[in-house]
């Protein structure tokens, strides 16, 4: 099957995978419950919800794991559970996958280093366990995401460099602030990003969540002024979220969602997918207009 920056080099564009929280909420998980517990209890809806986005044309799909540090799964008080978690989450989506890629998904501890609530070690050695655990289970690459502070960031990148033998990528969230520009909720602007994780041998970069895809041309744009050959990643929302008597929802249609995959790509953008309110067919239509494109 090769790697993912291989098939990239190639000029291929790929297509990822959309949401999985909203999708767990849609197949039955309640608010306060554990996704990654459903890994083991409900493993056949998590083998649904990779498989659908599979069939929707993606060449990629994620692992229920994105909150399997020992960090989010103490909330749950599962923490000592990690390593079985994230293994199983890998090996659900590998069968999903076939010879497509699987991305070890990985998401913030919740911890803020300069708060002096963790030590930069602690967070290493979480994140160590549980990139270990997810390429025991299969996952071709390992994707670190929605972060926002760059040294979590840098640390999750140093542990998937130094203990596995994975592909990495990193993408931040990024929200407009009101002068234009982009920034994470820490202050980190995309080319500080580059600037920072590039170094660090970090394979693919790029944002999820946070924005639109409309929203995302800006942050690929400003990523490619700071570096043109770095692989660019974007998981966008299915447009920005809409609060309505209690229910958060994101209104972008799947035909509205194609209707900026032009533009992202000729901003310079490699893999594109969905990150929240993101269904199987917004990835199909992503698919169309790649294909078409191409």
Known sequence: MGKITEKLKEGKILVSDGAWGTFLHA????????????????????????????????????????????????????ELRASEFNQAAAAISRQAAGDKFVLGSVGPTGKILMMGEVTAEEVYNSFKEQVIAL???????????????????????????????????CTMTFQKTPDGEFRSMMGVSPTEMVLELVPEGVDIIGANCGNGIEGMIQIVNEIRLCNSRIPVLVHANAGMPVYDQGVTLFPETPEQTAGFIGAILKAGVNIIGGCCGTTPEHIRQIYRVVNEIK
């Not at 498989?51 to 008080?77: I, P, Q, R, W």
């Not at 929605?146 to 592909?167: F, G, H, L, P, Y």
């Open 27 to 78: 197949k039955g998980l309640q608010s306060g419950q554990c996704p990654e517990l459903w890994n083991i209890e409900h493993p056949d809806v998590v083998f649904d919800i990779a498989k659908s986005y599979l069939e929707a044309g993606a060449d990629m799909v994620e692992t229920n794991s994105f909150g399997g540090s020992s960090f989010k799964l103490a909330h749950y008080g599962l």
């Open 135 to 169: 390429e025991r289970g299969g996952v071709d690459a390992i994707i670190i995401e929605t972060m926002t502070d760059i040294d979590e960031a840098r640390i999750a990148v140093k542990a998937a460099k130094e203990n596995t033998s994975c592909e990495v990528i």
